[in-house]
């Protein structure tokens, strides 16, 4: 993955657990992080270990053991990747949270600006890192969906559901899966959760077309240009889409 035509540079940079060291992020860059949620019962105690007690309320609360476990994967994770962007240990990072929930850095915590996004399906998770741009990812396991065109008609607006039918059968539920993250990714960078209605703005989901965002309707006319998004897959059998706030 590499430079945009806006002068964007999205870098694929592999697995959170593995990395070490610093990374540095330059103003005009965004950084992709990906991995397992599944753990050794080891790893999950220590990762527990760097949570705060809201976090720990929070992973109390989920029904299900599994739940909890990738719940503690993801939260730990994302500490110990922005713990290293910031020179802090993993414990001491303190986050906010939007109206809507969307988390951030604390502005005393984070000289840089960075900020971030966080998401996960099945066994995987991934977190996309900015400076001072407003980013959301999303990740999708693929896989087939119970009335996936229903689903369809009533999430995504008409011009997706045109394109969507005019794809190929067998490439339909990966072109759904593409509609699917490229739509969140650009409802989380806002932020403001489904407060902006689904069928105001247009993706491309057509397998081998460029992810971009087409129209967003009621609101200004340049919204749509105000925004870059990238489509990546992390690992096989998953589909991942970023968007960031253009510079
Ligand atoms: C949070 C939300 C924005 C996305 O949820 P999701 O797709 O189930 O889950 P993801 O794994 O992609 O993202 C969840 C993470 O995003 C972050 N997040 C929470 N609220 C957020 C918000 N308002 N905006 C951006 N990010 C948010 C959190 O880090 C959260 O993970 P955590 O609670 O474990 O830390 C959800 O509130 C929502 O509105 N979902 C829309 C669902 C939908 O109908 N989508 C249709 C797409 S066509």
Same mark, same amino acid.
């Given at each position: 993955? !590499?430079?945009?035509?806006?002068?964007?540079?999205?870098?694929? &940079?592999?697995?959170?657990?593995?990395?070490?060291?610093?990374?540095? +992020?330059?103003?005009? $860059? *965004?950084?992709?992080?990906?991995?397992?949620?599944?753990?050794?019962?080891?790893? *999950?105690?220590?990762?527990?270990?760097?949570?705060?007690?809201? =976090?720990? /309320?929070?992973?109390?609360?989920?029904?299900? =053991?599994? @739940?909890?476990?990738?719940?503690? #994967?993801?939260? !730990?994770?994302?500490?110990?990747?922005?713990?290293?962007?910031?020179?802090?240990?993993?414990? $001491?990072?303190?986050?906010?949270?939007?109206?809507?929930?969307?988390? /951030?850095?604390?502005?005393?915590?984070?000289?840089? !600006?960075?900020?971030?996004?966080?998401?996960?399906?099945?066994? &995987? &998770?991934?977190?996309? #890192?900015?400076?001072?741009?407003?980013?959301?990812?999303? *990740? $999708?396991?693929?896989?087939? +969906?119970?009335?996936?065109?229903? +689903?369809?008609?009533?999430?995504?607006?008409?011009?997706?559901? =045109? &394109?969507?039918?005019?794809?190929? /059968? @067998?490439?339909?539920?990966?072109?759904?899966?593409?509609?699917?993250?490229?739509?969140?990714?650009? *409802?989380?960078?806002? !932020?403001?959760?489904?407060? +902006?209605?689904?069928?105001?703005? @247009?993706?491309?989901? #057509?397998?081998? =077309? $460029?992810?971009?965002?087409?129209?967003?309707?009621?609101?200004?006319?340049?919204? /749509?240009?105000?925004?870059?998004?990238?489509?990546?897959?992390?690992?096989?059998?998953?589909?991942?889409?970023?968007?960031?706030?253009?510079?």
């Amino acid at each position: 993955m !590499g430079k945009q035509g806006d002068g964007t540079w999205m870098k694929q &940079m592999g697995m959170i657990g593995a990395q070490r060291g610093a990374p540095t +992020i330059a103003a005009g $860059e *965004i950084h992709l992080w990906f991995d397992a949620m599944e753990a050794p019962t080891a790893q *999950i105690l220590t990762l527990r270990q760097t949570l705060p007690a809201d =976090e720990l /309320a929070r992973a109390k609360r989920f029904h299900f =053991e599994r @739940d909890r476990r990738r719940f503690i #994967v993801a939260r !730990g994770l994302l500490r110990q990747l922005l713990g290293s962007y910031l020179a802090l240990p993993p414990p $001491e990072l303190r986050f906010t949270y939007s109206d809507h929930g969307k988390p /951030a850095l604390l502005a005393a915590q984070n000289p840089h !600006g960075l900020q971030f996004n966080l998401s996960h399906s099945g066994e &995987m &998770m991934c977190v996309g #890192v900015t400076r001072g741009r407003a980013i959301g990812v999303d *990740i $999708e396991q693929v896989r087939p +969906i119970d009335d996936m065109m229903g +689903i369809a008609a009533s999430f995504f607006s008409p011009r997706e559901n =045109e &394109m969507l039918a005019a794809v190929p /059968a @067998d490439q339909r539920e990966l072109a759904f899966f593409y509609c699917w993250t490229r739509k969140e990714a650009y *409802i989380k960078a806002q !932020g403001q959760g489904l407060s +902006i209605p689904l069928d105001s703005f @247009d993706v491309t989901l #057509v397998p081998g =077309e $460029e992810a971009r965002l087409l129209a967003v309707r009621n609101t200004q006319p340049d919204e /749509a240009a105000r925004w870059t998004m990238q489509a990546f897959a992390p690992v096989t059998g998953y589909v991942a889409a970023a968007v960031v706030k253009q510079m």
